[in-house]
């Protein structure tokens, strides 16, 4: 019988993965694409599919590619500047991987996403399905940030959230973060030479986030707090993530065969489906309806519906179908669903029995705000577990 943190037990049936690379390993404002890394790992990922891997790539390095191009010397601070060097060295990237890849007879494919177009169901579904045909093709994807028309309010924030969110859109087993660290240590190892590395975290635990920091990258935009905050999400997805230090010629390789490289997470037990990781971590949530005890536990541990009768207040404006975010008394967010009642109807609704609603509202759609179904447990507090 295999541990827990058996890597190779884990790893070993895993064959579609999602590959991170960082802007610190790819490129740089002042040498711009570093071609010659850009080819190790095209070589690498060109042999890992040859052996059965399904890879998807999620490449920064767009904007840090287009800075020398523009005569920037260091990365702008303003969007529409970001915009423009996005604009401008995304194409020099994608030529990049083009021809790397293309010395070992695999084709790529450029794919550029916002925020919106994994909140919305129907846009998500229909990269799902692309993206899908393209690795039963042998096409390796290329995934970025539409960082040419992203704004605050459409971003994911950095690639790691987006890598993280790949994994559910593909349903694939493993996220592989290659970074310019070759892990997780207990503290800053640039600032404390004596820090040790984690090889492996069974659980991200709030201990866990607190070893992480802020970016102290140049070329980039997430540090290992955003990692971390990534390999959470693909934990509750059931899949494993690897951060490595994309630096290392073979370190991909070596991880997957089970070598004790770089810092492995490991996968929740009690993971989530497609649906329920996209309605989690996905989707933008409108509004907020705050449950008393009796609802906490009913959804938390009972795992049930959320009836009216558990609402105490509604804050925010939301419509039928969009997702909202439940909290405890505390203001603690246990769950987040779709609702099946807007902001105003729920407001009307809100503490009475099912048997009431269409007195208060003159009508009743459903007995439940949120079924069973469209509502999922996001908390890992220990008072909700």
Not at 120 to 140: C, E, S, Y
Not at 231 to 260: H, N, Q
Request: aromatic residues 4%; positive net charge.
């Amino acid at each position: 019988m295999t541990t827990p943190l058996d890597r190779r037990a884990v790893l070993g049936g895993a064959r579609r993965i999602v590959v991170k690379i960082g802007s610190g390993v790819l490129a740089s404002h002042a040498r711009g694409i570093n071609t010659r890394r850009i080819g190790l790992l095209a070589r690498e990922c060109a042999a890992l599919a040859a052996d059965g891997y399904q890879l998807a790539i999620v490449s920064s390095g767009a904007i840090a590619s287009g800075l020398a191009p523009l005569g920037l010397r260091e990365r702008p601070k303003s969007i529409p500047l970001k915009q423009a060097a996005a604009a401008v060295g995304q194409s020099r990237l994608m030529w990049a991987y083009e021809r790397a890849f293309g010395r070992h007879g695999r084709h790529v494919a450029q794919i550029l996403l916002t925020a919106d177009d994994l909140a919305n169901r129907r846009r998500f579904l229909n990269a799902r399905h692309t993206l899908l045909t393209l690795l039963d093709l042998g096409v390796i994807p290329i995934i970025n940030e539409n960082d040419t028309v992203a704004v605050d309010e459409i971003k994911f924030g950095d690639n790691d959230t987006l890598a993280s969110l790949v994994i559910g859109l593909i349903d694939a087993r493993v996220l592989a973060i290659l970074s310019d660290v070759d892990g997780l240590y207990t503290r800053d190892p640039r600032l404390h030479p004596n820090a040790t590395r984690l090889t492996e975290v069974a659980r991200v635990t709030p201990e866990i986030e607190r070893t992480a920091g802020g970016s102290s990258a140049a070329e980039g935009t997430g540090g290992m707090a955003s990692k971390v905050g990534a390999a959470k999400r693909v934990a509750a997805y059931g899949a494993s993530t690897l951060i490595l230090d994309g630096r290392r010629s073979g370190v991909l390789t070596r991880a997957l065969g089970g070598e004790p490289v770089g810092t492995m997470f490991f996968p929740r037990p009690e993971r989530l489906n497609s649906r329920q990781h996209w309605i989690a971590h996905a989707v933008r949530v409108s509004g907020t309806l705050w449950l008393d005890a009796g609802a906490v536990h009913a959804v938390v541990q009972g795992k049930k519906s959320l009836l009216p009768s558990g609402i105490t207040k509604v804050s925010g404006e939301f419509h039928a179908g969009d997702a909202v975010a439940c909290v405890d008394p505390h203001g603690h967010t246990v769950a987040r669903g779709l609702v099946n009642y807007g902001s105003a109807e729920v407001a009307r609704i809100q503490g009475v029995k099912t048997s009431e609603i269409a007195k208060r509202l003159g009508y009743k759609y459903y007995d439940e705000v949120i079924h069973r179904d469209n509502l999922v447990n996001v908390s890992d507090r220990s008072d909700h577990d």
